[in-house]
């Protein structure tokens, strides 16, 4: 893989890696919401899903949290697909408390090669690069991979909570600062031109 890795909106392009990886377990949400067999036939519609904005969610004291603009991306090199980035250009109370502007999702086949180190960096550089670099990951205190990505990275933990779900899980609460990321991880290059043409859902 000799290309650099980038951050791209899902689109037909990939479509032979992207059904590898969902034949490999790789799913587009961690909310389990995305469970659907998906073929070639109805790829082009789910990938029009990707790109809708959220229901509001209700909150157990009875308020109600709007969507926020976000950003569903697809870590890539060239042809390659290796997973999914996604940003919010805003947190709601909801994401302050848990969730946070970034997740990421490596393809099973891909994982413990550094793509999960990278997937982080460029996301924070999409935040970035469009106003927002004071950003709060999140992750469950059981995920190794992810602490290890998000303290690499100089994440500022600020706490532990109980996960809002009630599943009993921890959460930890990261923060970074305005720094541009920095060129940490070897043997792989973080492209000087991302993709800049956001559109931000409504
Ligand atoms: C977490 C995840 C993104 C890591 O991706 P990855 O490509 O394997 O990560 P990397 O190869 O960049 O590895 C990052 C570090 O975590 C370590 N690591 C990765 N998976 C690990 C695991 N299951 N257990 C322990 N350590 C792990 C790596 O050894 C590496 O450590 P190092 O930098 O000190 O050498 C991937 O496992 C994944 O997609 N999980 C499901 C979704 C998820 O949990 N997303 C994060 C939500 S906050």
Redesign the pocket.
């Known amino acids: 893989m000799h290309d650099a890795l980038e951050l791209v909106y899902p689109s037909l392009d990939h479509a032979d890696g992207y059904l590898a990886a969902r034949a490999e377990g790789f799913r587009d949400s ?1 909310s389990g919401s995305d469970s659907a067999q998906i073929s070639r036939d109805t790829l082009a519609d789910h990938l029009a899903r990707l790109q809708q904005p959220g229901r509001p969610l209700a909150l157990a004291d009875g308020t109600v949290e709007d969507p926020v603009p976000f950003g569903h991306l697809w870590l890539v090199s060239g042809s390659h697909f290796i ?1 999914r980035v996604g940003v919010r250009y805003h947190l709601n109370r909801a994401l302050r408390r848990s969730g946070g502007h970034v ?4 393809r099973p086949s ?10 982080l960096a460029l996301g924070r550089a999409h935040l970035a690069t469009h106003g927002t670099k004071t950003i709060l ?4 205190d059981g ?4 602490r ?2 998000i303290e ?1 990275a100089g994440g500022c933990l600020e706490d532990l909570i109980d996960a809002p779900d009630g599943s009993g899980q921890r959460i930890r609460r990261y923060w970074f600062g305005p720094r541009v990321p920095e060129q940490f991880w070897p043997g792989l290059s973080i492209p000087v031109a991302l993709h800049t043409s956001v559109k931000l859902n409504p």
């Open positions: 961690s997973g997740g990421y999702e490596i891909m994982q413990r090669q550094g793509f999960g180190h990278a997937a990951v999140t992750c469950a995920n190794l991979g992810s290890r990505i690499a």
